[in-house]
Structures are given as C-alpha cells and as structure tokens.
C-alpha cells in the first residue's frame, strides 16, 4: 500500500485518505475520512473524538492527528477559575487500565478562551469544550464564560465527576438533583451541551433523566471507574490523591454494559460513548451498543495517533461490513433481541 514517498491511497466507500509526512519531523499524520454522524443536534464529520483529559487543553495532538478529520476535539475540563490539581504522582499503570488523579488542573475558562482555543482553531479542529465545577455557581460561571466561544466551539460537555463542595463534596453525577441544577445551571452557554456521567452512579437511569431535564441533548457515556493502586511495600498510596479513576481497556466492558443499558431503556436519549476504545472493533462495539460517536482516551498515551487511527480505521471497518452509514449500526444490537 505505500510507497517510497511515504504517501498512500486507498479506496473505501467512494472517498480518499492518505498519509503523509508530519508536521515538524514528528512522523506521519493521518487524514481522516468522512463518516457523518448526528448527536443530538450537532452534526459531527466522524464518530470518533478525543476524551476530555486525554488530548489537551489545545492543539497539543496536531503533530501526530489530522484533529480537523476527528468528530471533535473534547478538550480537558476547564474551571471558571485557575485550578492547582492534585499532588504528584498523578497517574499508574493498573494491570490492564491506567489510574489517575490528575485533579482537573487548569488555568480557567478566561485563560482557555485566550491561549489554548485559538492555536486549535487554527488546526480546522471542531471543539468540544468541557467545563467543571465544585459548585452549582461554578457551572453557572464557567457557562457564561463559554458563550464567548467562537462558532468553532459546537457544544459544552458538562463534567460532572466533580466533588460537589456545597454536599458533602458527594459528586454531581452520583446525585439526579445534583445532576439536574449543575445542568440547568450551564444554559448560559448557549450551545448544545452533553452531560458526561459516572459509571459509579448505581442506577444511571435517574441521573440520566436529570440531565435531560436540565437541559443536556446528549450524554456522555463514561467517566472513570473509582479505583485505588497501594504499595504493599511502603504502605502508601501510589498516586498522590490516595484515589484515582480507572481508565483504559480494563473497563470498556463496563462502558458497553452503561452505553447499551441506557440505550435500550432511554432510546431517545443522544449517547457519546466512551472507555477503552483503541480501535475500529471497540469504536463500533460502542456504536452497536448504542453510542452515536465514541471517544479515544487512555489509548491516545499509548499512541498519540490513537483517534485519528481509529476514526480512520472504523470507517474502513464499516465499508468492510457493509455500509458507509454509521446510523445503520447505531444501537443495532437492541432490534436482535
Ligand atoms: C489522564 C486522564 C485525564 C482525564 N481528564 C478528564 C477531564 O478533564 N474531564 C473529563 O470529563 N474526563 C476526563 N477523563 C476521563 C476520560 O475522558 C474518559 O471518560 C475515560 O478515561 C474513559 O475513556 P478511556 O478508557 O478511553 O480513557 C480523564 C481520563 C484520563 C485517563
């Protein structure tokens, strides 16, 4: 397939991809083809995004990812205001996963919009923005902020695997009413937003509907699994947090089991999925579960070329399935049962 210009192309489903040189020596980037797909009310070019957290604030993947290729772009969760994170170390390697507690560090919504949205703008990337909070009042402040987002900005992800600090700091997403006033509170974006849950919720279903009630077109389907690593040895915590997030191969099962519950109870409901998704099989997993797109995170460590591979890679494994529309797979395994 290649040749000695280090270029290629294929042919799948009547369109054209290529690779070619990186920018800056960095090796090969990949241009990613089309397979359109809609959440909710926003049209995305391909199924596949970054994870929030896992790509950036910015345009930090644009040396080894055609980021204008992805769905989307999901950038880290940022504050209404500059937050320190957690202590050192902030990530372990666990088995099959990855555990972090990176701690939501960033420089705050104002300080986004000025020096990391620009340069991945640049890049033709459309952008997802994730906002935080600890409180109602921050979601409401960290919205407001957002709606000073250029048009590039197509929807918010409202994180809310946040300690919420006026409740015992119980998070919003293990809380339907928590859930329903950080979502009502982010309107002030004026921007489609979606809702990203935590698996540790018990039942989702009630904190689904909150979020729909406040306002979410779509969900987000899932953060990290709660997860501890202890050295037996020394006695102490290996990551500075004491507890992190599980992340990573170890619990795409988990993902599929949420993504394709809440598909097959809630079917109106838009659902991003995400975890351990690393290529075309688990991407389309997620889709035939029920997920209209999908994201790559911990993946993206391994291989920064992660979510352009498999953006690319799933739509050769659609046209090798027999179909170039991704809504013939959406939630397919809920009409075989
Ligand atoms: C290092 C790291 C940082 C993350 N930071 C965020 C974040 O800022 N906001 C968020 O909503 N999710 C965050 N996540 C969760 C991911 O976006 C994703 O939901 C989760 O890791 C499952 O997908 P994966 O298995 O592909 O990583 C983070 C995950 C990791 C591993």
């Known amino acids: ?29 990949v241009d990613v083809p089309e397979l359109p797909t809609t959440v909710g009310s926003v049209t995305l070019r391909n199924p596949v995004m970054t994870a929030s957290g896992t790509a950036g604030h910015g345009a930090e993947l644009s040396p080894y990812v055609d980021l204008a290729g992805l769905g989307a772009v999901v950038t880290k969760s940022v504050h209404a205001d500059p937050w320190p994170g957690n202590p050192a170390p902030r990530v372990h390697e666990a088995g099959c996963g990855m555990l972090n507690a990176v701690g939501l560090q960033g420089t705050g919504v104002a300080a986004w919009l000025a020096e990391d949205l620009p340069p991945l703008i640049d890049t033709g990337a459309t952008v997802v923005a994730s ?33 919420n600090v006026e409740d015992r700091a119980g998070m919003f997403a293990h809380s339907a009413e928590a859930t329903e006033a950080a979502m009502s509170a982010t309107a002030g974006c004026g921007r489609p937003r979606w809702a990203k849950l935590s698996p540790n919720a018990g039942d989702i279903l009630p904190i689904v ?9 779509a969900v987000t389907l899932i953060n990290t699994v709660m997860g501890m690593a202890i050295d037996p040895v020394s006695r102490t915590y290996r990551l500075g947090n004491g507890g992190g997030g599980l992340s990573g191969d170890a619990v795409h099962p ?22 351990g998704v690393r290529d075309a099989t688990t991407a389309a997993e997620l889709v035939v579960a029920g997920a209209a797109a999908v994201q790559v995170g911990t993946a993206t460590f391994g291989d920064p070329r992660a979510p352009g591979r498999v953006a690319s890679e799933l739509v050769e494994w659609c046209a ?18």
């Not at 210009?5 to 489903?13: E, F, K, L």
């Not at 509907?209 to 077109?217: L, M, N, P, S």
């Not at 090798?320 to 049962?337: K, Q, V």
């Open 320 to 337: 090798r399935h027999g179909t170039d529309d991704i809504g013939e797979l959406i939630g397919a395994i809920h009409g075989t049962h």
């Open 209 to 217: 509907d909150a979020a729909v009630r406040g306002g979410a077109e």
């Open 1 to 29: 397939m290649s040749d000695s210009t280090d270029r290629y192309q294929a042919r799948t489903t009547g369109r054209w991809w290529r690779y070619r040189p990186g920018r800056g020596g960095l090796g090969r980037v």
């Open 131 to 163: 906002i935080w909070g600890r409180s109602v009042d921050d979601y409401r402040r960290a919205a407001d902020l957002m709606a000073g987002a250029p048009a590039q900005v197509v929807a918010v992800e409202v994180n809310l695997s946040c300690p």
């Open 254 to 275: 988990v993902a599929v089991r949420v993504v394709h519950d809440v598909a097959a109870a809630r079917p109106d409901v838009a659902i991003v999925g995400a975890g």
